[in-house]
């Protein structure tokens, strides 16, 4: 039997029926369960909460009566027009920044004996399915969101000598706790635009149709997208989000705030399994540097975890110059490092994945408040990027905007108040004090490293200089015939492989007829600028193998996008040197499955 969720609209629904309004979706809907490569564990009885075939959250009955949506609904529709749904504040994106805001929202409303209604809407097919991170977590947000978090059995366990903790599933945590609130979860819905009233103002977002066909026709299971207002809306979407990037250049948020343009880079990891004799639990092993060359920032960290199992990744700045360099392919080459090959030997990839980050820092905060809502988390930028660490500054960030939405909605409050919050709190202490590190590598490896230890260890952030970031990263890349090819070696499919090996371990999965969701603003840029100046740097930047290039009948070489393959990382639309590639939500539910990222 098809099981059906639904989603209640507490007050009006374009229909023309004043009914209560019901969303239903049905499996057909979505990708099939079995074309879901999701691990069997999400599913299994110690799970607080269960996917139906709809991908939306079943709440347990304690979620139910602690929820102002009613147990039983009624359905109407009109088939050409969009259901509308409304509550008082939705959240886009179930990730760290996102859930906090939840949780402190409802945290105030039980507080405040109170209520408000709360919906966070997350593209994944499940809440975490998306994150991705070097899995250190400092836990001072934490212990303020929820000081008892030890005790209620947070998946934190391995603590580690430099650093705090290891992150392992802190997400599909703070996804139940949430619940418990009565917050209302919904992934495998993507938002992909913003609604705006007769004045300009953000009223809430639209999810987008299910159903379309690669040529554009309706399948036979089209489904309308929703309109999902709020009274407050906060855009949680993580780095480089696509509806916060349209939303800042909309309200000239990065002018306002005084803000730099945001620099970037690309993270990728994988989690591994080790002999147990060379598993030391909570050890840590940072790099900067090698295999990346003198003229290009980044590095490499290595973390044991619980389980035998480590993770271990490479970060490469996306200002890179060489037009040739395969950021996968540096980190295929990191592994045969005689100090990171002696722990890897005997062991089997666990997972695989990536994902750009933040590294503007300080200079790249932009004004985060906008008619109707607010920006919160890494889709602002809160990295702190010496310690390399963004989730605690993101959480807080949340709870900030939480705590002034709470105040706008019941006390009068002005939602730019949150400005004030941030700058007043320890986060925007933390970036200021750490802001010079990373410009300081502009001026290449050896530079750098002598500017931010006079930074770090000296001056503790007290120099009256605030240094300023280069270009923006699709500047940077050089071309092609001011470098010469690089040559890596072959995978050896011990320690390094190829990039389908890699994608199949991603669980990565899109439904094959739909709509391009990476779309080039000029289809003639590829072939006539991407390929001859730069080498076709699309085929090497991005780590899932998204961009090919591939002969015609005429023996021309055509740019052939594999939407299917995509991870979600973002870094085409960061690094294409002529901003050509724009990345744009698939159907709810499609891209990675991460379980232990």
């Given at each position: 039997?098809?099981?059906f969720?639904s989603?209640w609209?507490?007050?009006?629904?374009?229909?023309?029926?004043?009914?209560?309004?019901?969303?239903l979706?049905?499996?057909?809907?979505?990708?099939?369960?079995?074309?879901?490569?999701?691990?069997?564990?999400?599913?299994s009885s110690?799970?607080?909460?269960?996917?139906?075939?709809?991908s939306l959250?079943?709440?347990r009955?304690?979620?139910?009566?602690?929820?102002?949506?009613?147990?039983?609904?009624?359905f109407?529709t009109?088939?050409?027009?969009?259901?509308?749904?409304?509550?008082d504040?939705?959240?886009?994106?179930a990730?760290?920044?996102?859930?906090?805001?939840?949780?402190?929202?409802?945290?105030?409303c039980r507080?405040?004996?109170t209520?408000?209604?709360?919906?966070?809407?997350?593209?994944?097919?499940?809440?975490?399915?998306?994150?991705?991170?070097?899995?250190v977590?400092?836990?001072?947000?934490?212990?303020?969101?929820?000081?008892?978090?030890?005790?209620?059995?947070?998946?934190?366990?391995?603590?580690v000598?430099?650093?705090?903790?290891?992150?392992?599933?802190?997400?599909?945590?703070l996804?139940?706790?949430?619940?418990?609130?009565?917050?209302?979860?919904?992934?495998?819905?993507?938002?992909?635009e913003?609604?705006?009233?007769?004045?300009?103002?953000?009223?809430?977002?639209?999810?987008?149709?299910?159903?379309?066909?690669?040529?554009?026709?309706?399948?036979?299971?089209?489904?309308?997208?929703?309109?999902v207002?709020?009274?407050?809306?906060?855009?949680?979407?993580?780095?480089?989000g696509?509806?916060s990037?349209?939303?800042?250049?909309k309200?000239?948020?990065?002018?306002?705030?005084?803000?730099q343009?945001?620099?970037?880079?690309?993270?990728?990891?994988?989690?591994?399994?080790?002999?147990?004799?060379?598993?030391q639990?909570?050890?840590?092993?940072?790099?900067?540097?090698?295999?990346?060359?003198?003229?290009?920032?980044?590095?490499?960290?290595?973390?044991?975890?619980?389980?035998k199992?480590?993770?271990?990744g490479?970060?490469?700045?996306?200002?890179?110059?060489?037009?040739?360099?395969n950021?996968?392919?540096?980190?295929?080459?990191?592994?045969?490092h005689?100090?990171?090959?002696?722990?890897?030997?005997?062991?089997?990839?666990?997972?695989y994945?990536?994902?750009?980050?933040?590294?503007?820092g300080?200079?790249s905060?932009?004004?985060?408040?906008?008619?109707?809502?607010?920006?919160?988390?890494?889709?602002?930028?809160?990295?702190?990027?010496?310690k390399?660490?963004?989730t605690?500054?993101?959480m807080?960030s949340?709870?900030?905007?939480?705590?002034?939405t709470?105040?706008?909605?019941?006390?009068?409050?002005?939602?730019?108040?949150?400005?004030?919050?941030?700058?007043?709190?320890w986060?925007?202490?933390?970036l200021?004090?750490?802001?010079?590190?990373?410009?300081?590598f502009?001026?290449?490896?050896?530079?750098g490293?002598?500017?931010?230890?006079?930074?770090?260890?000296?001056?503790?952030?007290?120099?009256?200089?605030?240094?300023?970031?280069?270009?923006?990263?699709?500047?940077?890349?050089n071309?092609?015939?001011?470098?010469?090819?690089?040559?890596?070696?072959?995978a050896?499919g011990?320690?390094?492989f190829?990039?389908?090996?890699?994608l199949?371990r991603?669980?990565?999965?899109?439904?094959h007829?739909?709509?391009?969701?990476?779309?080039?603003?000029?289809?003639?840029?590829?072939?006539?600028?991407?390929?001859?100046?730069?080498a076709?740097?699309?085929?090497?930047?991005?780590?899932?193998?998204?961009?090919?290039?591939?002969?015609?009948?005429?023996?021309q070489?055509k740019?052939?996008?594999?939407?299917?393959?995509?991870?979600?990382?973002?870094?085409?639309?960061?690094k294409?040197?002529?901003?050509?590639?724009?990345?744009?939500?698939?159907?709810?539910?499609?891209?990675?499955?991460?379980?232990?990222?």
């Amino acid at each position: 039997m098809i099981k059906f969720r639904s989603i209640w609209s507490k007050s009006k629904s374009k229909s023309k029926s004043n009914s209560a309004l019901v969303v239903l979706r049905s499996l057909t809907s979505f990708q099939s369960v079995s074309n879901l490569h999701t691990p069997s564990a999400y599913y299994s009885s110690s799970r607080p909460y269960s996917r139906d075939a709809s991908s939306l959250w079943k709440p347990r009955a304690s979620a139910c009566a602690n929820s102002r949506v009613p147990i039983s609904r009624s359905f109407c529709t009109v088939p050409e027009d969009r259901d509308s749904i409304e509550y008082d504040v939705v959240i886009v994106g179930a990730g760290p920044a996102g859930l906090s805001a939840a949780i402190r929202l409802k945290q105030m409303c039980r507080e405040k004996d109170t209520d408000l209604s709360v919906c966070v809407v997350e593209k994944g097919a499940e809440v975490g399915a998306h994150i991705l991170s070097g899995n250190v977590f400092e836990p001072r947000a934490l212990d303020e969101l929820l000081p008892q978090w030890k005790q209620q059995e947070a998946p934190i366990t391995t603590p580690v000598s430099s650093d705090k903790f290891c992150l392992s599933q802190l997400v599909r945590w703070l996804g139940a706790k949430a619940e418990e609130l009565g917050v209302e979860i919904y992934p495998g819905f993507a938002a992909s635009e913003i609604l705006y009233d007769a004045n300009n103002e953000v009223i809430g977002i639209g999810t987008n149709d299910m159903g379309i066909s690669k040529d554009g026709s309706k399948k036979e299971n089209f489904q309308r997208g929703v309109e999902v207002k709020g009274r407050i809306t906060l855009l949680a979407e993580g780095c480089r989000g696509s509806l916060s990037e349209k939303i800042m250049k909309k309200y000239n948020l990065r002018e306002k705030g005084g803000a730099q343009h945001q620099t970037y880079a690309l993270g990728i990891k994988e989690v591994w399994e080790i002999d147990e004799e060379k598993h030391q639990p909570g050890a840590v092993l940072h790099t900067l540097g090698w295999p990346l060359d003198h003229k290009t920032y980044g590095g490499s960290f290595l973390y044991h975890m619980k389980d035998k199992q480590i993770s271990i990744g490479l970060v490469v700045a996306l200002n890179y110059q060489n037009p040739f360099m395969n950021p996968y392919e540096e980190f295929q080459k990191l592994k045969h490092h005689p100090a990171i090959k002696s722990f890897l030997e005997g062991g089997t990839v666990v997972q695989y994945g990536a994902r750009t980050l933040n590294e503007g820092g300080f200079q790249s905060i932009p004004y985060p408040v906008f008619p109707g809502g607010a920006i919160i988390g890494c889709s602002a930028g809160f990295l702190n990027v010496p310690k390399i660490k963004g989730t605690h500054t993101a959480m807080k960030s949340g709870m900030l905007a939480a705590e002034v939405t709470f105040g706008v909605l019941n006390e009068g409050l002005d939602m730019n108040t949150y400005w004030d919050a941030l700058r007043n709190s320890w986060v925007w202490d933390e970036l200021y004090k750490s802001r010079n590190y990373r410009p300081a590598f502009e001026y290449g490896l050896i530079p750098g490293l002598a500017l931010s230890g006079l930074e770090h260890y000296i001056l503790k952030g007290r120099h009256p200089i605030t240094l300023k970031h280069g270009k923006p990263d699709h500047e940077t890349t050089n071309a092609a015939q001011l470098h010469s090819p690089i040559h890596y070696p072959k995978a050896d499919g011990v320690l390094s492989f190829d990039v389908p090996t890699s994608l199949h371990r991603s669980n990565t999965n899109h439904e094959h007829d739909q709509p391009p969701h990476l779309r080039l603003k000029d289809p003639k840029i590829p072939e006539l600028v991407n390929l001859p100046v730069y080498a076709a740097p699309e085929s090497r930047y991005c780590p899932a193998r998204v961009y090919e290039y591939v002969a015609d009948e005429q023996n021309q070489l055509k740019l052939q996008i594999n939407a299917q393959n995509c991870l979600h990382c973002k870094a085409c639309d960061i690094k294409d040197p002529k901003q050509n590639i724009e990345w744009t939500v698939p159907e709810g539910g499609g891209g990675p499955g991460y379980s232990v990222m």
